[in-house]
């Protein structure tokens, strides 16, 4: 069993190193259709159920767990908000003016949106020391 341990770590490394360097490179500045990031989830999940020996009906959760890769989706929303914060965090950053700006429209937008007043914080303390005294 440690002889599959050992191959299966080289899988791994080999899957993270070849394929994933590749879809990670433009992953965070594009945007994917929904059919074209279905395929790249299933990719990546006939990857995981090769270098984990797992059948098909083992869930892809399971999958990505025993390999140590989230889904193309989730590591695409990840890259996105790391070029995000350090885009805002640089100010010589190129995207800097251009994430500024979609902050922007995006709080004028909100502002000017009629809907309901937004809820107070609850302080569950509290909350559950007022029910409390009413039972009592």
């Not at 989830?41 to 083992?58: D, H, K, V």
């Not at 700006?101 to 909350?127: C, I, Y």
């Amino acid at each position: 069993m440690s002889g599959r341990k050992a191959e299966e770590s080289h899988l791994v490394m080999l899957y993270k190193s070849l394929v994933l360097s590749v879809v990670d490179y433009a992953l965070p500045m594009i945007d994917i259709r929904q059919n074209l990031m279905g395929k790249l989830e299933r990719l990546q999940n006939a990857c995981a159920r090769t270098i984990t020996g797992c059948p098909r009906s083992t869930p892809v959760h399971v999958l990505q767990y025993l390999v140590g890769v989230p889904s193309i989706t989730t590591r695409q929303k990840l890259a996105q908000a790391t070029i995000t914060c350090k885009a805002l965090q640089e100010s010589r950053h190129g995207l800097r003016g251009v994430i500024s700006n979609e902050l922007t429209t995006l709080q004028s937008a909100q502002q000017n949106t009629p809907g309901l007043p937004h809820p107070r914080p609850r302080n569950r303390k509290a909350e559950l020391l007022r029910r409390l005294r009413r039972k009592s």
